[in-house]
């Protein structure tokens, strides 16, 4: 008994593989309303969106865009200039090098998720639509019309897998559920982008200036959004931009000029950071920004065990704490039992050092177990440092980190003679105590990026990615795995104990609660591998960048209370389905997890 199949029949729809929009329109008219749209879109920015000063942004004024409508200005920007590089506009090709039409799509549903996102947050706010100004009905309309005409642009329709007409009703409707999502993912797949040519090396460099300035800028509006709402718009816009450009090929093209650069790309990338202070007008901002660099350089530390050597390790944070209470022991605290002030480049030696040995007599009795075993085992130390720091408070074991008090009054640093607590004015710009501290990450961060770079490239480097990909067969070619695997235990420690010396004067107190394996605020050992996994195990940009996001988010997030970890986690739960191999992905893992891509165009330790 044979079983027929017979192909789905749809009269309705466009025959399988014909180059047809989701949308129902002629393309040219599509790309046409898309354009237009875009650039009424552009023209309601300037218009008042609402009459009253109470939502955030002072959206009343003609004639000049302000808090969501910037965001909105801008979307409707990129989109104006997608599109016309769709109709081969001279002086416009470079914008798409593969293609504008799925960019051109993404950068219309930016711009439309922010401004029905805020014209959605002013009805609600306020009490009605009725609180809106003609301004605000005219940027829905023109949104939704360049969306709806970037969604009939034409593209390469998958061919439907036949369907068994004796499959239930159920399994049926999966069939047609699964081929329309198929069907809407092939509206946004690009061309492999052409090759970037040649240029001189004073534009190339221009280039990289010009790619480090516009992150600091986004950086910089992204930490100083002042209220919530221009904060989730900024998402939006952010998300789906940086989305559109990369599927126009521009992100490739940048990426390979970068590749040939990396020493001026990585040295331009530290003088972009320490220019950060200088574009806040006092601390609070520069405040996340050494904790964010605290974090990511925890994360880097961190992703030499978990990248390089693939060691599952869940009670890393620990390091960080054993790094900041030695030098909080020894740094001149009143509630330090020891009463010595060592300086600043010795107390981060103790701290290291202490941490180093915390990592050898850790890692020595446990690093022969594997995979999940070892994660375990990471986690146990984890929790019994920091419940051993709770107890050793005079009563329960011997008075040293001073119970749930912890250490605190830690003073702050004096390097050569320069006081980080105090203001410092600099060509015309005040420095505060959070910026100085900021500069002295900075520094660190730079050593760990340098270490992390050598033993990458170093004969111990490759033994801890032949130990990662498979210990089995690393060590019958005669790789020492306990050995090198003790190394990787040991340098992530030490790293992480060196970020910890600074984190104690930071913070002035160290307590034992600051050092959980899970919780709302980081650095916690989740928040730290989630860094790693989500930036790029592997790289160096990638927790890097990793680590900012998870910082920063969360931090902007407290006005959902409750709900902040639930929103926090399907984010990470939507990011890890449709990006797996991090934000920025090594080669090894993005041919993993995409075989059927082509490899990418430009390949290094920094990423793809």
Not at 258 to 285: E, K, S
Request: glycine residues 12%; hydrophobic residues 50%; neutral net charge.
């Amino acid at each position: 008994m044979t079983t027929q199949t017979t192909a789905s029949e749809t009269p309705s729809a466009p025959a399988a593989g014909a180059p047809t929009g989701l949308i129902g329109l002629p393309p040219g008219l599509g790309r046409a309303l898309a354009t237009g749209g875009a650039v009424l879109t552009i023209v309601s920015t300037f218009l008042s969106w609402t009459w009253t000063q109470d939502f955030p942004g002072d959206l009343t004024v003609y004639g000049y865009p302000g808090g969501l409508q910037v965001l909105v200005l801008i979307g409707a920007a990129l989109t104006t200039l997608l599109a016309l590089a769709s109709y081969d506009v001279k002086g416009l090709k470079w914008l798409a090098p593969a293609g504008a039409d799925a960019a051109l799509k993404l950068a219309a549903l930016a711009t439309f998720a922010t401004a029905w996102y805020t014209v959605i947050a002013i009805s609600v706010e306020l009490g009605g639509v009725v609180n809106l100004e003609p301004g605000g009905y005219f940027v829905a309309v023109t949104s939704l019309a360049s969306l709806v005409g970037a969604l009939a642009l034409p593209f390469q329709r998958p061919e439907p897998d036949p369907v068994d007409p004796e499959d239930s009703g159920w399994e049926q409707f999966r069939h047609r559920a699964g081929h329309g999502w198929e069907t809407v993912k092939a509206a946004f797949v690009t061309d492999r982008p052409r090759p970037v040519g040649k240029l001189p090396a004073y534009a190339e460099i221009l280039i990289i200036v010009a790619v480090l300035a516009l992150a600091l800028t986004v950086f910089t509006y992204g930490i100083g959004t002042e209220y919530d709402e221009l904060f989730v718009g900024f998402l939006i816009t952010a998300v789906f931009s940086f989305t559109a450009l990369n599927k126009s090929g521009l992100i490739v093209h940048a990426s390979q000029i970068t590749g040939r650069h990396q020493n001026i790309t990585i040295c331009g990338a530290f003088v972009t950071a320490a220019l950060f202070p200088f574009t806040q007008t006092n601390d609070q901002y520069a405040t996340l920004g050494v904790y964010i660099l605290i974090f990511a350089t925890v994360a880097l530390g961190l992703n030499i065990v978990v990248g390089l050597a693939g060691l599952l390790d869940l009670g890393y944070v620990a390091f960080l704490g054993v790094g900041a209470y030695a030098a909080a022991l020894v740094s001149g605290s009143p509630s330090s039992p020891f009463h010595v002030h060592f300086p600043f480049w010795a107390a981060a030696l103790v701290g290291a050092a202490a941490s180093l040995v915390f990592g050898v007599l850790i890692g020595a009795p446990t690093l022969r177990l594997r995979g999940d075993y070892l994660a375990i085992v990471t986690l146990g130390f984890g929790e019994i440092f920091r419940i051993t720091a709770n107890n050793l408070d005079g009563t329960s074991g011997p008075d040293i980190t001073n119970g749930s008090n912890g250490i605190s009054s830690i003073p702050n640093l004096k390097i050569l003679g320069v006081d980080l607590g105090a203001q410092h004015d600099v060509a015309g710009f005040t420095i505060g105590r959070f910026a100085n501290y900021f500069f002295l990450m900075l520094v660190i961060t730079a050593v760990v990026v340098l270490v992390f770079r050598r033993s990458g490239d170093s004969r111990i480097g490759r033994a801890w990615v032949a130990i990662r990909e498979d210990e089995t067969a690393a060590l019958a070619m005669g790789i020492n795995g306990f050995r090198v695997k003790l190394i990787a235990f040991a340098v992530g420690a030490c790293l992480a104990g060196l970020a910890g010396t600074v984190q104690a004067h930071v913070t002035y107190t160290v307590t034992p609660e600051q050092y959980y394996f899970a919780g709302p605020v980081p650095p916690n050992s989740a928040f730290l591998l989630a860094a790693v996994v989500l930036g790029g195990m592997g790289t160096i940009g990638g927790p890097l960048i990793g680590a900012s996001l998870l910082f920063l988010i969360p931090n902007k997030l407290q006005f959902l209370g409750n709900y902040q970890l639930f929103a926090f986690g399907v984010a990470l739960i939507l990011l890890m389905r449709f990006r797996p191999e991090g934000l920025v992905p090594n080669r090894r893992r993005q041919l993993e997890f995409h075989e059927e891509a082509e490899a990418p165009a430009v390949l290094g330790k920094t990423g793809a």
